[in-house]
């Protein structure tokens, strides 16, 4: 151990790095009380990743601060990601681990994106507390109510810290006033600044009341002082709502300010931290990371308010084979091997040395080659290496305990799977929420030579994200992946290019129309071939009608015949022509499908039929009667649901009735509507986008599968135009075609 934390190169002197090691080895196993595991999440561009970058440079885990964006050509540490210092945002959750104060710190810096949602469930799930980032000019922005609404499914608690106080046009208060709106938190301020943009100097803690300063070229000297005159006032006022909020959701603090005692700062302190833990309140802390302030008191606040493993109850699923009933068991979080090992496989990634699977322990201990059963398919597998992580560097230990977060090579494994040892094969933690894919592209390499770099690629990156779905259309011949949205799926491709050398074209997925008849046709053919020999010949009598319209994506084939004019045994033989010849209609290419083919009549020759005269004679019949008859394409009809904040009815409005989607019911509940549409598929593709911007990023939609309904006659006229050009019937409109 004291070795790795040397080559990591610690910003320590050596004399307290030696004593930190042996710290290490004489505690032995570190006590729940010293442990948290902590997560950072906010809206796009709120300072998580600079906020985690000061953190470490505090607590002393990295030498030098870098920027994001990598203006310096380093980037933060927690981007360890090409694409991410290019981007200069978070694609990929990152995990590492420090010290404060001699407590353990799990952090794991998440992504902002609604595209990588994902990452942002997933360490929610695991984690026992969280910081909620807000922008002082931004407020509570569509991806903090996400990340609300995934706190509160896991039942998170969590302080919010509101960062970027020396950008201009800063409001603390207007913050917290979205907080407590929007979000509907009880929160109140513990700190407040004082000055704000230019003049930002430093904070005020209210509980200790005191004012505290950041010295040293980075902030690094913390400096505490009376409160300055001008902030005293204002002072008494906040303290005064922190302790009626605080009140409002502790009864212990309650009765104290019922009997209008003054609270001494230890009574506060606990107090706060007995709402917190029972998620009634959020202390709100203000700074700015960028500008090295505020940092050092928010990490204090983790220390003081967010709970330790033992404090958070999680629970398991009991898995009985023969009853349907699943009972819930409460896991222990004692740090030794007295209970059985049970841990979470949250994360999945693809490292230098094989699949990384990231675990979070949350029962008993696992040590380097022990035998672990996955739940689900009740494989065992051996613990070949126990690692923790610190963004992209490894550090090997020998043992974890629950409550910890390690890293595990070799393992094959989803994400979501339950490990145990034998004992408890049939227990598994409830799994992550993963939310449906909102958009689908086709993709296909630039070049044919690389089918096999795609396909591993696109192997790992489905076992890596549960959002991320790849099929095959069979009918259309592509590969068509699904992800969160166009920068989630463009990501994709781009480290397909980077990490695989496959350069990837994403095009608009091509939709299934089809072909079909308005009315029924006569045919009458006969197939005769005469060469050496037998000839060939089959003759076919009947006529094509169209099916009922729920029923437009069938074939049916009836036969009608009497008598020996098409011997029985040719039958078959007709069937099988006719649904040869529907699988490309003569407007577009497309399929035939909603028509039923009737045999009515027809004529044999003793010699010359055979099957497969009958074959051809049945296309030929087929082709006859699609020529002579009124065709007309059938294309994809979607029920489409819309929900978004009532304000932005008008604009989802009229994007629904822009795709020509017919609207077909709405009702609303707390501030939301909700539409249901049904527009046609070939009109929904790039509509995630569009909905997203119409409306601040607070709108969603899904959509299933309804019906094939007969086409508009401009997109009919298209696809046939397209067709022709494609088979070069047509020449290809060269310019602007003139009129």
């Known amino acids: 151990m004291l070795r790795s934390r040397r080559i990591l190169g610690l910003a320590l002197p050596r004399r307290q790095l030696l004593l930190n090691g042996c710290r290490w080895c004489s505690s032995g196993i570190i006590p729940n009380e010293r442990i948290r595991n902590i997560g950072i999440s906010a809206h796009i561009d709120s300072g998580k990743t600079t906020l985690t970058e000061r953190i470490l440079f505090y607590t002393g885990r990295i030498a030098q601060m870098h920027e994001v964006k990598g203006k310096d050509g380093v980037g933060a540490v927690m981007d360890s990601m090409e ?47 969280a910081i909620l980032v807000l922008c002082a000019v931004g407020g509570v922005q569509c991806q903090t109510m996400t990340v609300n609404r995934q706190m509160k499914r896991y039942r998170v608690p969590f302080l919010t810290f509101i960062n970027k106080l020396d950008r201009t046009g800063s409001s603390p208060s ?38 505290i300063y950041f010295d040293g070229d980075f902030g690094q000297i913390v400096k505490y002082d009376e409160i300055p005159p001008e902030f005293r006032a204002e002072t008494a006022d906040r303290r005064q709502e922190l302790i009626e909020s605080v009140a409002n959701s502790d009864e212990l603090l309650g009765e104290l300010f019922l009997e209008e005692k003054v609270p001494t700062v230890a009574d506060l302190k606990l107090a706060i931290r007995r709402a917190t833990l029972s998620k009634t309140f959020t202390p709100v802390l203000v700074g700015s990371a960028l500008k090295n302030k505020g940092v050092q008191p928010l990490l204090d606040a983790v220390l003081e308010y967010l709970p330790n493993p033992s404090e958070v109850q999680n629970y398991a699923v009991l898995n009985q084979e023969n009853s349907q009933e699943k ?9 030794d091997d007295s209970l059985p090992f049970v841990g979470l496989a949250f994360k999945l990634e693809a490292g230098r040395f094989g699949q990384l699977t990231y675990i979070r322990v949350y029962q008993g201990m696992l040590k380097k080659s022990d035998n672990i059963y996955n739940t689900r398919t009740g494989k065992k597998v051996r613990v070949q290496r126990l690692i923790r ?26 994400s979501g799977d339950t490990f145990s040892d034998k004992s408890s094969t049939d227990l598994s933690m409830e799994s992550i929420h993963v939310p449906d894919p909102v958009i689908s592209v086709a993709m296909k390499p630039s070049n044919k030579n690389d089918m096999d770099k795609f396909s591993k690629g696109i192997n790992r990156f489905t076992r890596e994200d549960p959002t991320f779905r790849v099929h095959f259309d069979d009918e259309n011949k592509e590969t068509i992946v699904s992800g969160m949205g166009e920068l989630h799926l463009e990501i994709y491709a781009q480290r ?54 729920e029923n437009n994506t069938k ?31 003569p407007l577009s290419g497309h399929k035939i499908s909603g028509i039923r083919f009737v045999l ?61 989607g017919i609207i077909t019911g709405q009702d609303g509940t707390e501030g939301y509507f909700t539409i249901y549409a049904d527009v046609p598929l070939n009109n929904m593709f790039g509509y995630s986008t569009e909905l997203r911007s119409s409306t601040e990023g607070k709108g969603e939609y899904t959509m299933e599968y309804s019906r094939y309904h007969p086409c508009s006659h401009s997109t009919q006229e298209e696809l046939i135009n397209r067709y022709l050009e494609a088979t070069g019937q047509l020449p290809a409109k060269k310019g602007k075609a003139k009129s």
């Open 83 to 129: 694409l991410e210092r290019q981007r200069g945002i978070t694609i990929q959750s990152a995990a590492t681990y420090t010290l404060w104060k001699d407590i353990n710190i799990n952090i794991i810096d998440t992504p902002g994106h609604v595209d990588f949602t994902i990452e942002v469930e997933r360490a929610l799930r695991v984690l026992d507390g």
């Open 174 to 211: 207007r913050a917290l006033q979205q907080l407590r709106s929007k979000l509907n938190q009880n929160a109140a301020l513990i700190q407040i600044p004082m000055g704000l943009e230019g003049n930002f100097r430093g904070i005020i803690d209210l509980i200790e009341e005191r004012a």
């Open 600 to 660: 009515e009549d027809g004529a044999n020759h003793m010699v010359d039929s055979n099957e497969f005269s009958f074959v051809r004679a049945a296309e030929g019949a087929l082709k006859q009667a699609m020529a002579n008859a009124a065709v007309c394409i059938l294309e994809p009809i979607m029920s489409v649901e819309v929900v978004a904040p009532s304000e932005f009815q008008g604009a989802v409005m009229a994007g629904v009735s822009r795709r020509q």
């Open 389 to 414: 992580m610190h963004a992209d560097v490894m550090e090997d230990v020998d043992e974890v305990y629950a409550g910890d977060i390690c890293a595990l090579f070799g393992i094959d494994c989803a």
């Open 555 to 585: 074939l049916e084939f009836e036969d009608r015949t009497v008598g020996t004019n098409v011997p029985k045994q040719f039958v078959p033989a007709i069937e099988k022509g006719f649904l040869g010849t529907c699988e490309k209609g």
């Open 496 to 549: 397909m290019e980077r990490e695989y050398g496959c350069p990837c074209v994403i095009g608009k997925p091509k939709v299934a129309f089809r072909e079909s008849i308005l009315a029924p046709v006569q045919f009458d053919f006969t197939h005769k071939r005469q060469s050496g020999g037998a000839g060939q010949y089959g003759k076919v009598v009947g006529f094509v009608e169209p099916l009922e319209p």
């Open 327 to 335: 009972s819930k068991i409460l896991l222990g979080s004692a740090r």
